[in-house]
């Protein structure tokens, strides 16, 4: 009892990727075990060689982790999902299949932190350079940072914080005329919101910690194949295999248990962050607010012709105050949590400047819409009244600018 072929998208991710094991559990069980036995010497040969289907180690595969990569590939309309450890697991085995010594990669500059570095900082030890592009949906400055090493072009749906949503189809038809694949992180959207593949992308990954898995509890990462790079299935699931960022089957039950409400989530997100920016830009104290959702955004064009059931619950707002503002914030909200994660169910809160992005020179930063007194905010899910006169307390209680 799989979902039907052409089922919506609730139906499918309540349904996609089940298939009935021999004790007949409703539910895919957790298949705690690192190897499954072979009933004979040649059915051991067989698996190895490939010739027969069947799982044999856990780190090559796993019925838990089988049945919510099937889901996966499935919601997001690729051939094939890979589920690994986390989403830089994710991120990691995606570059790693697509580059070898001596390539390059143009990424928009507008990413999440842990992606630069390893961009930066780790793949240019083995000989892969990157070139980062302000706006990536300028067709001008998109083809001049491409060169003739250029393999993959990398955006991501809804980027982290800016939320600056790119034009996917364009840099889609830019990149495949390079020759380059179109990597898109579409952790932020989810496929609920945006389908990259249906715009061009090759590959999409997730990180599957947001709200894929949606309730904070444990960490996860996905590779989708959409079928257009021959091999890349394969070997992106050897790779994988090998340097072994394993999912662990207790963490793919939690997921697919996760996204059996996925949609019904990222309405009640969106519906919230849009209520909440609107709220913030109204207040004295803001400065700004960036959300693609509120009219007048920067991303609002492109997230109307990309994201029309919803655009995501990740937003920025500056206030007036400067750090003192923030950090006076910070310390008196007490509905959101203070700590570095989105994509809960719970309200967050963080403070980039002093935080996610310490290492980032202060021009760099305000390049990318962050100042001493910006805010990241993660909208839960929780009542809309509720979060507005948590930050309401907060905003308006008096600071010291000589507070410590
Ligand atoms: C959190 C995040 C990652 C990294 O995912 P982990 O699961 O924490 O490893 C990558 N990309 C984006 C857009 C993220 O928000």
Redesign the pocket.
């Known amino acids: 009892m799989t979902a039907p072929t052409q089922a919506g998208f609730s139906t499918a991710q309540v349904h996609g990727g089940f298939t009935q094991e021999s004790a007949g559990a409703r539910i895919t069980p957790i298949y705690l075990t690192n190897g499954f036995l072979f009933d004979s010497f040649e059915e051991a040969r067989d698996r190895f060689s490939g010739d027969a289907d069947g799982f044999f180690y856990s780190r090559y595969g796993n019925p838990t982790v089988a049945a919510v990569e099937r889901k996966l590939a499935g919601l997001e309309g690729g051939v094939d999902a890979l589920a690994v450890a ?4 994710a ?1 990691s085995i995606a570059f790693l299949t697509l580059l070898s010594a001596g390539d390059h990669v143009v990424s928009a500059s507008s ?2 932190e ?2 630069r570095g390893l961009l930066t900082d780790d793949f240019s030890r083995f000989g892969i350079d990157a070139t980062f592009v302000a706006d990536p949906s300028d067709p001008a400055a998109l083809r001049a940072a491409l060169t003739d090493r250029t393999r993959v072009v990398f955006v ?1 749906s809804i980027p ?1 914080p800016r939320n600056d949503v790119p034009d996917f189809a364009l840099m889609a038809e830019i990149a495949h005329e390079a020759g380059a694949a179109l990597l898109v ?1 579409n ?2 959207a989810t496929p609920y919101l945006l389908r990259p593949i249906e715009h061009g992308a090759d590959v999409v990954v997730h ?4 709200y894929l898995s949606g309730h904070g509890s444990s ?3 996905v590779v989708i194949d959409a079928g257009t790079l021959p091999e890349f299935g394969q070997r992106a699931r050897e790779l994988a295999g090998r340097l072994g960022p394993t999912l662990s089957a207790f963490n793919a039950f939690l997921l697919a248990q996760g996204m059996e409400t996925l949609s019904l989530r990222m309405r009640e997100h969106s519906h919230n962050a849009l209520a909440v920016a609107a709220w913030l830009r109204d207040r004295p104290e803001v400065a700004s607010v960036h959300y693609c959702g509120l009219e007048g955004d920067a991303g609002y064009d492109l997230a109307q012709r990309y994201l029309p059931r919803g655009q995501g619950a990740v937003l920025l707002v500056t206030l007036h105050g400067g750090l003192e503002a923030a950090r006076s914030v910070v310390n008196r909200v007490q509905l959101f949590s203070h700590m570095t994660h ?2 809960d169910v719970r309200s967050l809160i963080m403070h980039p400047a002093s935080t996610t992005h310490t290492h980032v020179e202060p021009a760099d930063l305000a390049a990318r819409g962050i100042g001493p007194g910006t805010l990241r905010l993660s909208v839960g899910i929780e009542d809309i009244g509720d979060l507005t006169a948590d930050l309401d307390q907060a905003l308006t209680a008096p600071y010291s600018i000589h507070s410590s």
Do not use: P, R
């Open positions: 986390s989403g830089q697991a991120l990413i999440y842990g992606t991501e982290n992180d952790t932020l990180s599957t910690s947001k960490l996860g990462g989105l994509g």
